[in-house]
């Protein structure tokens, strides 16, 4: 059974979140609500000059805080099973905010929905996604169980 | 009006494009038909020891593909409005190719199809988006035109 | 440029409404919020027995709550280009509200979420979707400039 | 377990089903393919001065293919988690087949992807679903049953 804190070690130990900056600021099971931090760099841009985020990042986002926000609860990863993104606004050069809710919780999928904004609160992008609940997943367990000693 | 070898120098000049090691193998204006190749590298995955691609670098790939797809045919970038992506399974430790193909090409939104699979064609993870074919894509433009040279 | 009543005498007359019976209750084009109403009819289920509606019942409350949403702002109907639904649990034999709001107005294409809810809030389905607002929408003109008189 | 013929009797003696005219041409559990037919009536329109279809009586058809695509090969109805529909253009007073493919069979979730075409093969509109494998479907059950008889 895995708590906040353990959730907080899985995703900032992870190679890809490691490559990209990506942390975990809070993940509250009661409410569902899971909140992750990027600081900008202009790697994880398109062209620098332009600084805009790449799409695949906005993405990756969606995908992460989804899957806490519908893991959290159970105590365990949950894989996606998949997810819609809607690009509204372009960020540039800003520290993105994925801010991921349970919005049902199943016995073999959940949902969740995930905003993407910056610090003030402003939306660049929305993105929807089901997640597997009944399903293990293997490619974190031993991330999983190292974090959770 | 950026040609398919045009697509390629903006493609794998990109930022994050160099960040993940993305390759443009074919574009086919005619066919309408996009191949990317990603080789492996355990900082893609979500931890190194299974080898599992993190869903967000999968992502990233339809996005790209399908953005490709979308906008070779009007030889200039087309900005990604949405995307859904469909894991069907996970790969691990394998090069990943992404097929893009345009469905519909459109005066306001295009619609592309991508496929994610190994070198031998088995599929892991589909993709369909809808991409802005009206918009200027301000982002990519200074790439565009040092491409374009 | 067609105000909240002519979409609502263009919504109520359109004959797949007057076949399942859709009403739309209010439509603000400030707030950007739509509601629909649908009475339960049997005709409108799987199985009687059960009462349970129809999936596609659903999609199609998403699919106007939506449209309405976006098109409201412009004063013209704005047609479809996709949409997610998710079904989270089943209503049976109760009217459903269709409740969309304008996410983003954008020049080509619009985003709108709607919820299927029973009178009480209760969420039975989410939906989003991307609509064109640059494109005419030919199928509903006849309808619309009889509506507008 | 259902067999074809089965699942043929369910859909066609569907209340909501009946209400529009929908049939099931043919259904191959070895191959995954779903076929059914809508013939065309002017109450499916929006307008029957255009007679384009309204978008959920095209939703509805991909709701039912993908369904039947994922659960024939299980002999039992599965119910839709979600699905996203892209309308490539607009089909108007023809009639309508929806074509469902199995993409994927999951133990809890399978994947299917519809094409509406006219009987030439010209296609208007494309399909996606995740539909539940592990979760019962009540609301179909009793019609199940005397389909089944």
Not at 8 to 23: D, Q
Not at 127 to 149: D, V
């Amino acid at each position: 059974m895995l708590d906040a804190d353990a959730f907080k070690k899985i995703v900032e130990s992870a190679s890809f979140h490691r490559l990209i900056g990506l942390t975990l600021e809070s993940a509250n099971a009661a409410s569902g609500v899971v909140v992750l931090r990027l600081p900008y760099d202009p790697k994880l841009s398109i062209f620098p000059e332009a600084g805009v985020y790449h799409g695949g990042v906005i993405a990756s986002l969606i995908d992460v805080a989804g899957a806490v926000a519908c893991g959290l609860p159970l105590g365990r990863p949950t894989p996606t099973a998949n997810f819609r993104v809607d690009f509204l606004k372009s960020p540039a050069k800003i520290d993105l905010i994925a801010t991921g809710k349970l919005v049902r919780s199943g016995k073999t999928v959940s949902v969740a929905d995930v905003e993407i904004t910056d610090d003030d609160g402003e939306v660049y992008a929305i993105g929807r996604g089901t997640f597997s609940t009944s399903a293990a997943f293997k490619a974190i367990e031993a991330g999983a169980e190292s974090a959770n000693r």
